[in-house]
């Protein structure tokens, strides 16, 4: 998937959509733009499942993920996630989106300081 250099997880495109000023300084700190951002499939789940989503909620998740790309889980992904789990660092949701962005080498944006600690120690081994 060339030209797509970051993977925005669930809680930085909730931070975007909602104008948190901690996740509009990271994305403009990071120079990004929507055209070269991708999500995981399950944070597209994760989005449009939400219990309770408003009508105006989910068109604007529908308009900010058709700027963007969605990664469909593979092999690869899985068994990145699988050793994730195996090694306790992330619940399932995280660990897949986490994979997401080690199978296909791209830097992940997230909100959520659990999973940044864990992928920047995984950054530091590329």
Same mark, same amino acid.
């Given at each position: 998937m060339s030209g797509i250099d970051w993977l925005l997880d669930t809680s930085m495109v909730i931070g975007l959509l909602k104008d948190y000023p901690h996740a509009v300084a990271l994305a403009e700190e990071q120079e990004l733009t929507l +055209?070269? @951002?991708? *999500? %995981?499939? *399950? @944070?597209?789940?994760?989005l449009l499942g939400f219990p309770g989503l408003t009508e105006n909620e989910e068109t604007a998740i529908q308009s900010f993920l058709n700027a963007g790309h969605v990664i469909l889980l593979d092999a690869a992904i899985e068994q990145h996630a699988i050793r994730l789990r195996r090694a306790g660092l992330l619940k399932l949701p995280d660990a897949i989106i986490a994979a997401t962005a080690i199978a296909r080498r791209l830097r992940l944006l997230t909100l959520d300081r659990d999973l940044s600690?864990?992928? %920047? +120690?995984?950054? %530091?081994?590329?």
């Open positions: +055209d070269r @951002t991708a *999500i %995981s499939q *399950i @944070t597209r789940m994760e600690k864990v992928m %920047s +120690d995984l950054y %530091s081994g590329w």
